[in-house]
């Protein structure tokens, strides 16, 4: 019998024990590697991934959220980011520190994240404890307490956050600064965290609006990893989810970002002991054709020890002590990243002598065979060590879904790479790392740190 159809036929099974109007549709499978991931979806519009994997007796659940900090406005930023922190709270039937605990008595494993683009959750389980992880989330996508004092407790705990992870932290302020410079009107100007004011001025009216319109069946993906059985998680899911009401979930109402036509530069004084440097190049989106061959010439250029510019600046130079770059893994094109920490007695001038004519060069001229092989390899070791687990595995998958619509796109991705050529990276750098498109956020110290990281007496 085809595999399809095998999936339809559990999917008839399920629904013939049906004591509602909810039901389970085989919607199709997708290769993921060696592996097939079996796509099913309610009636109210929840997607449902599975990938069974019986190497160990547990399972991987995430529910993703298509909303994150591009879907706020402006005055209410950092409300996407409060929510990963509103779900642990009290629902209706469940008190403050009851979910934490239940799951906690199962052995399991739990945390979220939040991003520009999206919110996910998830847990770790032992198999026969998936029941319980169907309840719980169920219960959070639609019964959450949103009183004044859930709202500001969780409000405190995020500004102070914000304190911590930005405002008192070098880097979070010089990379916060970097995108609230080069992005002047896509959402993506605004940090996923929010804005201070915003997060201060947050009240229960906002966050019911917002939960009602994100945080819907229809604007989810759940993830399910592990040893299960089909059929019987089918029915979990469909008892659980199938009565919860799908909401309108606003089109994507972000505007885009209009090209850079001059460079821009910002100084700031920190308590640093050394001068750091934030470079910021527009980058594109993940689903662009751009994005792979960019992704190889920054493992060229900055990919472990062997690359030119860890060698150039941090090996032979001893210019640096800190070097990393990344390219943006966004639904929009993003930034090219490139962030460099001097060493005590070298500057920003220092850093930028070796590294603009580095990428002038790899503009002008073809990476080596070497090279390539040598980038390709270590991106795809990343990727297979990323799936190692099954929370790496959902993780990847709930990513590629939500972001791109496939969740078997890291895969995809792996075969962009083999067949790149080193002529493709070039034409990469030509497009994206252009002098005009290029902000820089100069950190330079205010004396307040001594040179081993002292405050200054």
């Known amino acids: 019998m085809p595999v399809a159809e095998v999936h339809h036929r559990i999917a008839a099974a399920v629904n013939a024990t049906s004591k509602s109007s909810a039901f389970v549709h085989f919607l199709g499978q997708h290769a993921f590697g060696p592996s097939t991931v079996v796509r099913y979806g309610l009636s109210n519009g929840l997607t449902l991934l599975l990938l069974l994997d019986q190497s160990a007796p547990v399972v991987s659940y995430f529910t993703w959220f298509k ?4 879907h706020e406005k402006p005055g209410k930023t950092g409300l996407a980011h409060l929510f990963e922190h509103l779900m642990f709270n009290e629902t209706t039937s469940l008190a403050a520190g009851e979910f934490d605990k239940k799951l906690e008595e199962s052995g399991a494993e739990s945390n979220a994240a939040t991003w520009v683009d999206w919110t996910y959750y998830h847990e770790s389980v032992p198999k026969d404890r998936l029941p319980l992880v169907v309840k719980l989330e169920s219960d959070r996508m639609h019964n959450l307490v949103l009183r004044d004092a859930q709202v500001t407790s969780e409000k405190e705990v995020v500004a102070n956050e914000r304190r911590y992870r930005v405002d008192d932290d070098v880097e979070g302020a010089a990379s ?3 995108y609230k410079t080069a992005f002047t009107r896509h959402p993506y100007h605004w940090p996923t965290i929010g804005w201070m004011n915003d997060i ?22 759940v993830v399910v990893v592990g040893d299960f059985n089909e059929k019987r998680l089918l029915e979990l899911v469909r008892d659980a ?22 460079p821009r530069t910002v100084e700031i004084k920190k308590p640093t002991a050394t001068e750091k440097l934030l470079v910021g190049y527009h980058g594109p989106a993940l689903g662009d054709a751009g994005h792979a061959p960019l992704t190889v010439l920054t493992e060229v250029l900055f990919g472990g020890r062997a690359s030119r510019l860890h060698r150039a600046l941090v090996i032979d130079g001893e210019i640096c002590t800190d070097l990393r770059s990344w390219v943006s893994t966004f639904s929009d094109g993003g930034l090219y990243e490139i962030y ?11 850093i930028e002598a070796v590294l603009y004519p580095a990428l002038a060069r790899v503009r002008d001229e073809v990476v080596t065979d070497d090279e390539l092989v040598r980038a390709k390899a270590r991106l795809e070791l990343g990727l297979l060590q990323s799936l190692e687990t099954m929370g790496g595995k959902a993780e990847q998958i709930g990513f590629y879904e939500t972001v791109l619509g496939d969740p078997g796109a890291a895969f995809q991705r792996l075969e962009a790479y083999r067949r790149l050529t080193a002529s493709d990276l070039r034409k990469a750098a030509r497009r994206y790392l252009v002098d005009r498109g290029r902000t820089r956020i100069l950190v330079v110290p205010d004396g307040s740190v001594t040179e081993v990281g002292e405050a200054a007496q």
Do not use: M, W
């Open 176 to 178: 916060e600064l970097l």
């Open 200 to 221: 201060q001025g947050f009240t229960p009216e906002d966050c019911e609006a917002f939960y009602k319109t994100y945080y819907a069946p229809n604007n989810a993906v």
């Open 241 to 262: 989810y199938g009565e919860l009401p799908a909401a309108h979930v606003p089109p994507d109402d972000g505007h885009p970002e209009p090209p850079q036509l001059e």
């Open 340 to 350: 460099a920490t001097a060493r005590t007695g070298k500057t920003i001038a220092d």
């Open 67 to 70: 909303v994150g900090s591009r």
